[in-house]
Structures are given as C-alpha cells and as structure tokens.
Nanobody, 111 residues
Framework: QVQLVESGGGSVQAGGSLRLSCAVT????????MGWYRQTPQKQREMVAWITPGGITDYAASVKGRFAISRDHGENTMYLEMKTLKPEDTGVYYCNMDTYWGQGTQVTVSS
C-alpha cells in the first residue's frame, strides 16, 4: 500500500520558517516527479513546487526565492523548506506523487 505522509506544518508569524517533509512508503519514489500543493478555502488546490527524479525544480511565482524543494532518494522523502513566510502562504499543504496524495499538513502564518 502506497502512502505519502506529510509532517512539519504548524503556526508561525510572518517572516518565520517551516520545513515540511513527505515520507513515502510502499513504493520507491526515486523514479517519480514529486510535488507540493496547497489549498485554501478561497482557492483551488495550487501547485507550489515540484522536483524531478534528477533534481530539476520549479516553483509557483508566489513562492520563488522563498521556498526550496528537495528530496532524499535514500530516505524516500521529499522536503519543502519555507522561509520568509507570509500570511497568504496559509493553507493545507499536500504532497503528491503520480496519482498518490498525502493527507495534508496545515500551515498557518499570522501577521
């Protein structure tokens, strides 16, 4: 059974940092493109960042320069380092790989 489990969310003040993790079990993730998405009540789920098996990355314009996506093939885990957080970064962050999704982790940024 394939599972993606996010962790690392929480509440921070604007300007703060958080590091999200996505641990994959049940399958080797190294052959897949993986990504982070976020969803707020006001918006549809949007792509935040993605990373290829070879480490090529791309970001939503709103987070470029503040967020960094990475992955550790040995640990079967993907990360999202988030810095200089803004209130508009608030949302539920989901890990994605192919058709698989994690359960989401809440990030709340207060002004």
């Amino acid at each position: 059974q394939v599972q993606l489990v996010e962790s690392g969310g929480g509440s921070v003040q604007a300007g703060g940092s958080l590091r999200l993790s996505c641990a994959v079990t049940g399958i080797i993730s190294s052959s897949y493109v993986m990504g982070w998405y976020r969803q707020t009540p006001q918006k549809q789920r949007e792509m935040v960042a993605w990373i290829t098996p070879g480490g090529i990355t791309d970001y939503a314009a709103s987070v470029k320069g503040r967020f960094a996506i990475s992955r550790d093939h040995g640990e079967n885990t993907m990360y999202l380092e988030m810095k200089t957080l803004k209130p508009e970064d608030t949302g539920v962050y989901y890990c994605n790989m192919d058709t698989y999704w994690g359960q989401g982790t809440q990030v709340t940024v207060s002004s």
